[in-house]
Every structure is written in structure tokens, then in C-alpha cells.
T-cell receptor
Framework: GQNIDQPTEMTATEGAIVQINCTYQ??????LFWYQQHAGEAPTFLSYNVLDGLEEKGRFSSFLSRSKGYSYLLLKELQMKDSASYLCAAPRNTDKLIFGTGTRLQVFP | EAQVTQNPRYLITVTGKKLTVTCSQN?????MSWYRQDPGLGLRQIYY???????DKGDVPEGYKVSRKEKRNFPLILESPSPNQTSLYFC????????????FGSGTRLTVV
């Protein structure tokens, strides 16, 4: 089977750093995705990790450890517009993408 | 502009009245998929298509049909909608399965009364 777990909610302060964790169990691993979804809008692609380690993309970085079934999304210099849900997703086999239930991040001034 | 277009954005219908939600992409993507999103359950895959004339069930296919007669279009059909199909629906596409991340449509909020 396949399971993806992430915290339901997190809060942080503008300008701070926040780390959103994701653990997964899957057979036939083919990488891990992160998406951002603002309330009432469509998810947008943030990152894709297939190898272990940290990948940095501006204020956002994503980390993967395949041996531990663990990933995190790191958001630096938080802005109010970063208030959104962050979805972790992993492929099941070669043709299906399974999403976690998402972490709702609220950024306060 | 590269995009996935879904219509309608909002739909209220009655139980049993057949409806179709359209999805079209202009990026020549091979892979297309439908998801529904419900509070506390996240995005769940309904159907997907690896290419023209190739469709397969996702995790929650009951009560839905799809077709992929052309590469750009992937309509979602509810033959006899029921209230438990009230949800937010998203169509998504990618160059191939899992390649390059999905591009999502704007979503269709469906209410079945």
C-alpha cells in the first residue's frame, strides 16, 4: 500500500523559517513532489526530488531521504502570501500520483 | 499561454441528471488525470489517461466515466450524480506520468442536491 503523512496545520511569523515534514511509504519509489495550494485555487507545482539531498529554489528548498521515507519543504523569509496549503505527493507505480492531505500554513505579521 | 482549461467553474445540479465537466490542455501533454478534493481527505485520483484512447481507474472511480478521444481533451462524465459526489474537482496534465509536475485546471465546484 501507500501512505503519505504530513501535519495538518502550522503557524509561523512573517520573516521566519518554517519546515513542513512529510513521511511516506510506497513501493517502487519514483520521486516526491511538493505543491502549493492557496484557498479556493488550483495546486501549483513547487518541487520534485528523486535523489537524496537538498534542492534549493529561491526561498523554497526541498529535502529527500529515500532510506528514511522522509521529505521536508523549507520556506525561508516567510511572507504573508506564503499562507497556503502545502501538499506532498508521491507516485504509486508508474502511472498514479498520490497526495497527502496537505499542511495548512498560516503566516502572521 | 500554456494552460489546462476546465468548465464550468461552478455547477449546481440535481440527483440523477447527467453532466459533463470538460477539460482541455494546450501543451501537447500525454498524461491527464482527474482528482476530487474533499475536506480532510485531500486530493484523490478518480481516473487518469496515459495517452489517447488509454484510460484507467484511480482510487475513487465509482460513479464516474472518462474518455480520451483526442490528446487535448479529457472530459469527466457523471451519468447519474448523487449528493456524495458534491466536491471540488481538478483536472491535471503533465508531459508524461510524473514528468515535470502536473499543471492543474482552475477547478470545478460541483454541488449535487
Amino acid at each position: 500500500g501507500q501512505n503519505i503523512d504530513q501535519p495538518t496545520e502550522m503557524t509561523a511569523t512573517e520573516g521566519a523559517i518554517v519546515q513542513i515534514n512529510c513521511t511516506y511509504q510506497t513501493s517502487g519509489f519514483n520521486g516526491l513532489f511538493w505543491y502549493q495550494q492557496h484557498a479556493g485555487e488550483a495546486p501549483t507545482f513547487l518541487s520534485y526530488n528523486v535523489l537524496d539531498g537538498l534542492e534549493e529554489k529561491g526561498r523554497f528548498s526541498s529535502f529527500l531521504s529515500r532510506s528514511k521515507g522522509y521529505s521536508y519543504l523549507l520556506l525561508k523569509e516567510l511572507q504573508m502570501k506564503d499562507s497556503a496549503s502545502y501538499l506532498c505527493a508521491a507516485p504509486r507505480n508508474t502511472d498514479k500520483l498520490i497526495f497527502g492531505t496537505g499542511t495548512r500554513l498560516q503566516v502572521f505579521p | 499561454e500554456a494552460q489546462v482549461t476546465q468548465n464550468p467553474r461552478y455547477l449546481i445540479t440535481v440527483t440523477g441528471k447527467k453532466l459533463t465537466v470538460t477539460c482541455s490542455q494546450n501543451m501537447n501533454h500525454e498524461y491527464m488525470s482527474w482528482y476530487r478534493q474533499d475536506p480532510g481527505l485531500g486530493l484523490r485520483q478518480i481516473y487518469y489517461s496515459m495517452n489517447v484512447e488509454v484510460t484507467d481507474k484511480g482510487d475513487v472511480p465509482e460513479g464516474y466515466k472518462v474518455s480520451r478521444k483526442e490528446k487535448r481533451n479529457f472530459p469527466l462524465i457523471l451519468e447519474s450524480p448523487s449528493p456524495n459526489q458534491t466536491s471540488l474537482y481538478f483536472c491535471a496534465s503533465s508531459p508524461r506520468a510524473h514528468m515535470g509536475g502536473y499543471t492543474f485546471g482552475s477547478g470545478t465546484r460541483l454541488t449535487v442536491v
